[in-house]
């Protein structure tokens, strides 16, 4: 099911070196295995400022607060390189997923955006959707912590745009 999570998602800036910004916090009900966020990254720099200093770049994470889990995705236009980006300065569409225990989560999802060099050329990072992810989607629960009086943290997952996706292509949705 989609998250409900209203935020400004076209992040796009129109400063000097400014980063635009937006968070996203909403709780999951028991049963939720993982959260799922489709986004893409678009800059006007590509083609021309592409190799500059007009390095714009984006980062989207999730974050877990129960069961303490993180996953990040950051990069700039210039790492990922020019055959990301097609005629319109659009990458095809991203998935980061972030696995969670089933007992019921609050979820942040934060996105940003910078413009860098200048303040003419613009990028934004477009969230297609947050969906909540079950069992049955094939994302299975993580163990829950035992219960002890401290807490215990799932490891955080950085994923290198280069890498696939966690998700397997059947359950990538087409643009």
């Excluded at 400014?18 to 909403?26: D, I, L, P, Q």
């Excluded at 210039?78 to 225990?101: C, E, H, M, Q, Y």
């Amino acid at each position: 099911s989609r998250a409900s999570c209203y935020c400004s998602y076209s992040l796009s800036k129109k400063k000097l070196n400014s980063v635009g910004y937006c968070a996203c916090t909403f709780t999951t009900a028991a049963g939720v295995s993982a959260i799922q966020v489709r986004y893409r990254f678009v800059t006007n720099e590509v083609p021309e400022f592409f190799g500059t200093e007009f390095n714009d770049y984006f980062r989207v994470s999730i974050r877990s607060q129960v069961a303490g889990g993180l996953i990040i995705e950051e990069n700039s236009m210039n790492s990922l390189g020019l055959a990301a980006f097609d005629g319109d300065g659009s990458t095809s569409w991203r998935v980061i997923n972030l696995p969670l225990n089933c007992l019921g989560d609050v979820i942040q999802v934060d996105v940003a955006v910078s413009n860098v060099g200048d303040a003419f050329v613009q990028s934004a990072v477009y969230v297609d959707f947050i969906d909540e992810l079950f069992p049955s989607d094939g994302f299975p629960c993580l163990a829950a912590p035992p219960s002890t009086s401290s807490p215990i943290q799932s490891p955080t997952i950085t994923r290198s745009p280069t890498q696939s996706p966690t998700a397997s292509p059947s359950q990538l949705l087409a643009e």
